[in-house]
């Protein structure tokens, strides 16, 4: 029985890494076409990053993702069509509602915390949520 739930948990992390590859060059895409306007891929971290959602609780744990994390925020629940409203920053986009660059991630519903672009920056805010949470238990 084990077997079978880790091999159902296998075909949907390779199922996620397929799809965030093919959303991936999609977005390169259109970024190509002039319509969106900004562009990091996330093409050879699908694997880790899938393993990384893996380990946390959906709607309970936060997440301070990159621009690079379209794999991680799939594994946590986006949708492909919400990453599609992100890449086009379209007004349902439920990131920012299409005022945030597109690939910067955030998710009310899935506590995915918003980011800046500088790198690093959502270390210090993830560091108080943890100390946060750590403290009200």
């Given at each position: 029985?084990k ?22 060059e ?100 993830a ?11």
């Open positions: 029985m077997s079978e739930a880790a091999s159902k948990q296998l075909v949907q992390a390779y199922r996620l890494m397929l799809l965030a590859r093919k959303l991936d999609k977005a390169i895409t259109l970024y190509k076409q002039n319509k969106s306007y900004f562009h990091i891929g996330c093409a050879g971290h699908e694997a880790v990053q899938i393993a990384a959602a893996q380990q946390l609780v959906k709607y309970t744990d936060y997440s301070y993702p990159y621009y690079r994390d379209l794999a991680f925020v799939l594994a946590l629940g986006m949708t492909s069509r919400e990453i599609m409203l992100n890449v086009l920053s379209k007004a349902d986009d439920p990131n920012s509602g299409g005022m945030q660059m597109p690939m910067h991630y955030g998710h009310k519903e899935l506590k995915i915390v918003s980011q800046s672009s500088p790198t690093g920056t959502q270390f210090l805010q560091v108080g949520t943890a100390h946060s949470t750590y403290c009200m238990q």
